[in-house]
DNA sequence: TGTGTCTGCCC
DNA sequence: ATTCTGC
DNA sequence: GCAGAATGGGCAGACACA
């Protein structure tokens, strides 16, 4: 029953919803004395009881039988049952949080570009891994689960790890970028057939040898996370921090994680606000990446030629567009990625009005894109949008600088997303193929370095 | 056996 | 993932 | 400030079909 019931579907409100059901339905039970609203606190416990333990076969049960105000004796944080992972707020700069966490202790760590995971070691021996979204990720990992069973110190009986997993080759000591840790076997994996390594970069301890370090501060997970484990270069590291409030010394530190291949920084408070919050992106950890940060980042000035109709509270109007670069050599546009975010409703409403007058019935000859892409209207070429992306990627789909990187296939953007209409410009302005070309080369994972980010000497 | 398409899950 | 919006 | 709902690229795996 559980198994079907996924998340997006109003969660909180089936939460809340419980809660007050369990207070009509224990008419004769007894809240706790001094209560203002036994109803809002009801669903207060129910939240609470699910965030750690976030199974309706055992809420629903636990509420029936020993009710709702015993529901945090019932209920609490079980071993080999994954929570959800605290998340982060994203942050336009370091000003902002140096702003925001004045007169606190806080702790920058890199932003490692994998995969999150979530470790159960268990009493007998057993281990077992969740992602993000608490599927059961074991069997893709057994070299996880062994680096993990040989690096903790032998006082460690059990624990709960908090963790990113990320591409690693060994020979060079190397981080590998995302995509290439996306091309792992996902099933019934054997250690003998593994062609992409995997370094564990440890940050967070949420379980320690029976006990629940949830409700702690992350001073004192911290200080339990390191004293639980050997590092051991490319299978094990705690993720890199520091402990600053310094302006300068943070910065340096976002410049130094971004050539280190990671997408920035994460920033916690230390002791204040410093537990930890099951999927809660809550104010205690801000993330902080290049392309947050106003006029820095990859920005490209792309064409729409294409759109999809939108769906939900998008009918009526588009919902997603197919962006195109220029390329003068050939005279064509080549798609580079659909966008379908950074649009508030106003804009979203005016760019389809004028688009919509565009509309042709066929793409133009000079349009170059895969035949698998079948948008709903093709336009003729006349706005230039300024889309943000945190990086540039190597497409099966996309044709941008088709020839120039690779002879047969295309780039394409990371997480792409509208900033503004360009008025000031004509499609055959748009970002060049060439310049698209140079802006994925110049990503620090690519070597082929022209050498012009030169330090003064 | 090989190819194209769709789905679910990473980000 | 990112972003926007109603509550 | 939070929850929910729009939307992105790209991969392995499942499935359908030749």
Known sequence: MQAKLRIGLAEQTLLAALGQAAVYSEKHSTPPPNIQSPLEEAVKIVKQAYSVLPVYDKIVPALLSDGVWNLPNTCSFTLGVPVGPMLAKPTKGVSEIVQKFQNTEYTCEFKYDGERAQIHYLEDGSVEIYSRNAERNTGKFPDVVAAVSRLKKSSVGSFVLDCELVAYDREKQKILPFQVLSTRARKNVVMSDIKVNVCIYAFDMLYLNGRPLIQEELKVRRECLYESFEEEAGFFKFASAITSNDIDEIQKFLDAAVDGSCEGLIIKTMNKDATYEPSKRSLNWLKLKKDYMDSIGDSLD???????????????????????????????????????????????????ASLRSKVIPKPKSYYRYAETITPDVWFEPTEVWEVKAADLTISPVHRAAIGIIDPDKGISLRFPRLVRVREDKTPEQASSSEQVAEMYSSQSHNQSNNQDDNEDD
């Open 302 to 352: 792309l064409v729409p030629i294409a759109a999809f109709h939108g769906r939900g509270k998008r009918t009526g109007v588009y919902g997603a567009f197919l962006l195109a670069c220029y390329d003068n050599n050939n005279e064509e546009y080549q798609s580079i990625c659909k966008i379908g975010t950074g649009f508030s409703e106003a804009v979203l409403e005016e760019r389809s």
